[in-house]
């Protein structure tokens, strides 16, 4: 079975400051791993996803994410953040062979100016 | 391209009745996934269609059904609303044909409220 875990709910930072979002997921096989952002009244877009290959990981907006196996990680990152940021951020998880994905409780980012 | 639409955008209900969205995928995506998201279990899969079969079926009760269309199109139904069922439906497509999971792209989604 897969899951993912996002710690924290909510998080905070200032415009500028670097911005790390957590994610742990647990997969019985290797994982594809996605992290979505969704604004206020709208769909979720792809930010970036790992499928194999090189474990770091570019997105959109200057986004980034690294697999770490032996962490059962994948946290995004990004070097300074800036207000149009501000939004609700998902990391989730699927299986090859599997088409659906199984996603993490969600972290609102809040960038304060 | 177009990206996924969804309609209605929203609904208001009442418990028991019936209700079905719609939902149009990118134009040469055959996968259609629902999902349902509300503030108590966040987001869930429903069900993945392709090729006008169900290939993916999430843990919902039977209330919850789907189709798709010969053009891709998929529509969702619920049956018997109840309050629970308030949420944001959402609708996603991929160009996935062997079932991987690589891109899905979301729609905006139907916002449903049950009264």
């Known amino acids: 079975a897969q899951s993912v875990t996002q710690l924290g709910s909510h998080v905070s930072v200032s415009e500028g400051a670097l911005v790390l979002l957590r994610c742990n997921y647990s997969?019985?096989?290797?994982?594809?791993l996605f992290w979505y952002v969704q604004y206020p009244n709208q769909g979720l877009q792809l930010l970036l996803k790992?499928?194999?290959?090189?474990?770091l990981v570019k997105g959109i907006n200057g986004f980034e994410a690294e697999f770490k196996k032996s962490e059962t990680s994948f946290h995004l990152t990004k070097p300074s953040a800036h207000m149009s940021d501000a939004a609700e951020y998902f990391c989730?998880?699927?299986?090859?062979?599997?088409?659906?994905?199984?996603f993490g409780t969600g972290t609102r980012l809040t960038v304060i100016p | 391209k177009a990206g996924v639409t969804q309609t209605p955008r929203y609904l208001i209900k009442t418990r028991g009745q019936q209700v079905t969205l719609s939902c149009s995928p990118i134009?040469?995506?055959?996968?259609v996934s629902w999902y349902q998201q509300t503030p108590g279990q966040g987001l869930q899969f429903l069900f993945e269609?392709?090729?006008?079969?169900?290939?993916n079926k999430g843990n919902f009760p039977g209330r919850f059904s789907g189709r798709q269309f010969s053009n891709s199109r998929s529509e969702m139904n619920v049956s018997t609303l109840e309050l629970g069922d308030s949420a944001l439906y959402l609708c996603a497509s991929s160009f996935s044909t062997s079932g991987n999971s690589y891109e899905q792209y979301f729609g905006p989604g139907t916002r449903l409220t049950v009264t």
């Open positions: 790992y499928t194999t290959g090189a474990t």
């Open positions: 269609y392709f090729s006008e079969t169900q290939r």
């Open positions: 997969s019985s096989v290797p994982p594809y």
């Open positions: 134009s040469g995506h055959r996968s």
């Open positions: 989730a998880v699927s299986v090859p062979g599997a088409n659906n994905l199984f």
